[in-house]
C-alpha cells in the first residue's frame, strides 16, 4: 500500500463514518474473516459499519465473532439497500471486479461512497479511490492485518479480530502449506496467537464438522473423477442430483477440487458443480507449479482468480462442457507437461 493511499486512508476514517464492507459471493473463509476483523475494528473506533454479503456463508463459517450481524442482499434485502445507499465509504474485500458480488452489482455501480478496496487477486479493475491490492499476499486477511498495521494502530486487534484473521489466513493458504504463504504470514499469525486466536478451535470448527452426507458426496466426487494423465490433469463433476441425492449444504464441495492434485504426475485439477437454479455450471480450477488457472479462467470459463486458485462458470449442460474444456486441453499441452 503506498503512502499516499495509507494518507487519504487515515484521514478518511479520522471521522465518524457511515461504512459497508462487501466480501464476494459464496464468501469463503477469507471473505468472511477479512470483512469481520475490519468490522470488528471500524466498529471498535467509533464508526457506524456493516457487512453486508451478496448471499449467505456457509454453516462452518457461521461461528465466526460478529457472523451473526451480518446483512445477507437476497435475505435482508432492503435492509441491505438501504445500508449500500447511506454508505459513506464502501470497503470491498477480498475480490477487485464489481462483477464479482451478483445482485448486488448495480447498487455498488451506482453508489457515490469512497471506495476502499482490499485484495490479492489478480488484475485489479479501477473502481477504488483507495487501492490496497497485492498478489503476492497469502491472504486479504493478511492484508487487512498489515493495513492495521499501516494505521499504526496493531494494539486496537482484539482476541475477535485475531480469530477472524487467522480463519482467513488458515483457509485461503490450505493450513498455511501454499505457495503464498511467506515468512511474514507465519510472523503475522505468531502475532495473532499472541493477540488471542485460538488456533486449535479454529482448526476444528473450520474441519472438523463433516455431516455423513458429505463424506458420502465426496465418496460420489471421487468416484467421478477423471484422470487424463497426457494432461496432468483430473476433473470431477457433480450434477444437481447428485448433490440432491447427498442432500448437499452450502459449502460442502468446499475442498474437494484439492483431491485431484495429490495424485502423483497431475498439475491441474478441476471440479465442474452443476447449479440447475442459476442454470450454470460452477467451476473451481486448482494447479501446482507455473499452469496459470487465471488465465485458463479467464480466456474460458468468464473467471479468474490466483495462478494456482480461480474459479469461474459455464452456461452449458455438464456434457458439452466437458466437451468445450477437454477440446482446449491439446492448445495446453506444452505448459501442462512443461
Ligand atoms: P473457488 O474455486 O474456491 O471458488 O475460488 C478460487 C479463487 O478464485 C478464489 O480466490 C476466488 O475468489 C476466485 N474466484 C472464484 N470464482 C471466481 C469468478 O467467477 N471470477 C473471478 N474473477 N474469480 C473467482
Ligand atoms: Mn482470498
Known amino acids: 500500500m503506498n503512502f499516499q493511499h495509507i494518507k487519504a486512508l487515515k484521514e478518511l476514517i479520522s ?33 457506524k459499519a456493516t457487512v453486508v454479503a451478496p448471499n449467505d456463508s456457509p454453516k462452518f463459517l457461521k461461528w465466526m465473532p460478529g457472523a451473526e450481524k451480518i446483512l445477507n442482499f437476497e435475505k435482508d434485502n432492503s435492509a441491505s439497500k438501504t445500508c449500500l445507499e447511506e454508505a459513506e465509504v464502501i470497503f470491498t474485500l477480498d475480490f477487485n471486479h464489481l462483477g464479482r458480488v451478483g445482485q ?31 498478489v503476492n499476499m497469502s491472504s486479504t486477511c493478511e492484508m487487512v492485518y498489515e493495513l492495521i498495521s499501516y494505521l499504526d494502530d496493531l494494539d486496537a486487534i482484539t482476541p475477535e479480530m485475531a480469530n477472524c484473521i487467522y480463519t482467513g489466513i488458515m483457509t485461503d493458504t490450505g493450513s498455511f502449506k501454499f505457495k503464498a504463504t511467506t515468512s511474514n504470514t507465519h510472523r503475522v499469525v505468531a502475532d495473532l496467537m499472541d493477540k488471542g486466536a485460538e488456533n486449535t478451535a479454529i482448526h476444528h470448527r473450520i474441519y472438523d464438522t463433516n455431516s455423513p452426507s458429505r463424506l458420502h458426496l465426496l465418496g460420489c466426487a471421487l468416484n467421478n473423477m477423471v484422470i487424463l494423465q497426457e494432461y496432468r490433469t483430473a476433473y470431477i463433476t457433480l450434477s444437481q442430483e447428485e448433490l440432491d441425492r447427498f442432500n448437499y449444504q452450502k459449502g460442502d464441495t468446499e475442498g474437494f477440487v484439492n483431491y485431484g492434485l495429490t495424485l502423483e504426475g497431475i ?20 494447479s501446482v507449479g507455473d499452469f496459470s488457472v487465471n488465465d485458463f479462467a479467464r480466456a474460458h470459463f468468464q ?20 466437451n468445450y474444456f477437454t477440446s482446449l486441453l491439446p492448445t495446453y499441452k506444452k505448459e501442462l507437461t512443461a
Request: one cysteine or more; hydrophobic letters at 35%.
Open 15 to 47: 471521522s465518524q463514518k457511515t461504512i459497508a464492507i462487501i466480501p464476494h459471493k459464496n464468501p469463503d473463509g477469507d471473505a468472511i474473516g477479512s470483512t469481520l476483523a475490519l468490522w470488528h475494528y471500524l466498529q471498535n473506533k467509533g464508526h
Open 267 to 286: 498439475c491441474f485439477a478441476v471440479i465442474f458443480i452443476e447449479n440447475k437454479e442459476e442454470g450454470i455450471l460452477k467451476i473451481s480450477f486448482r
Open 104 to 134: 448486488m452489482t448495480e447498487y455498488l455501480e451506482k453508489s457515490t461512497a469512497v471506495f476502499v478496496m482490499v485484495d490479492h487477486h489478480q488484475q485489479p479493475a479501477d473502481y477504488a479511490r483507495i487501492m490496497y491490492s497485492d
Open 303 to 322: 473467471g479468474g482468480g490466483h495462478t494456482n486458485a480461480a474459479g469461474g462458470k459455464s452456461d452449458m449442460n455438464i456434457t458439452d462442457t466437458i
